[in-house]
Structure formats: structure tokens, C-alpha cells
């Protein structure tokens, strides 16, 4: 049984920043892919950012150079930076992991576990 659980969200303005954090426990390996996903108000939920084991990470455009992934394969948890917000990033952020790091432009419903996500909120 793998549990991902997110915290820091929360209510933030427009140009203000906030830090994700998501703790990884159970059955899950440290060679996975963890990232996020967010999901707006009445919208598809839709790939953020990804970060491999090793580190490497990848992004999507709308969050490129605003935001960053990291994880700390130690305590196997995944970060994410948000600098720069918008009301346009308010959305449910979900984190998730996946053996493969191969999630740009891929279905959500393909990955393989998720959080329950927390709420960020970017007020004008």
C-alpha cells in the first residue's frame, strides 16, 4: 500500500509563493518518479512538473521558471516551489509517483498513485 500526502497549500496573492511538500510512505521505491499534477475548477487535471530519481526534472510551459521540483529520496518526500503565482494556478495540486518519469503528455489515469491533493488558491 503506497500513501502520498500533501501539505502547504493554502491561500496566497497574486506574485506571492508557496511550498508543497508530499511525504511518501509504504510499498514505494526510491527509483520512482514523484511530481504533481493540478486540477482547476471545472478543468482536466493536468501535468505540472515531474522529478526522476536521479533528479532530473520536467515541466510544463505554463509553469516554466516559476516553479520548482525537488526530492529528497532520504525521507521520500517531493517539494514544490511556487514563485510568481497567478490566479490562473489555482487548482488542487495532486502529487503523485509513478515508475516511470515519462508523464508529459500523458494521461493522468496512467499514473500510478496519487495523493488527495491540497488546494492552493491565488487571490487578485
Known amino acids: 500500500q503506497v500513501q502520498l500526502v500533501e501539505s502547504g497549500g493554502g491561500l496566497v496573492q497574486a506574485g506571492g509563493s508557496l511550498r508543497l511538500s508530499c511525504a511518501a510512505s509504504?510499498?514505494?521505491?526510491?527509483?520512482?518518479?514523484m511530481g504533481w499534477f493540478r486540477q482547476a475548477p471545472g478543468k482536466e487535471r493536468e501535468f505540472v512538473g515531474v522529478v526522476t530519481w536521479s533528479g532530473n526534472t520536467y515541466y510544463a510551459d505554463s509553469v516554466k521558471g516559476r516553479f520548482t521540483i525537488s526530492r529528497d529520496n532520504a525521507k521520500n518526500t517531493v517539494y514544490l516551489q511556487m514563485n510568481s503565482l497567478e490566479p490562473e494556478d489555482t487548482a488542487v495540486y495532486y502529487c503523485?509517483?509513478?515508475?516511470?518519469?515519462?508523464?508529459?503528455?500523458?494521461?493522468?489515469?496512467?499514473?500510478?498513485?496519487w495523493g488527495k491533493g491540497t488546494l492552493v488558491t491565488v487571490s487578485t
Open positions: 509504504g510499498r514505494i521505491f526510491s527509483s520512482y518518479a
Open positions: 503523485a509517483a509513478d515508475p516511470s518519469a515519462d508523464w508529459y503528455g500523458r494521461s493522468w489515469h496512467t499514473i500510478s498513485y
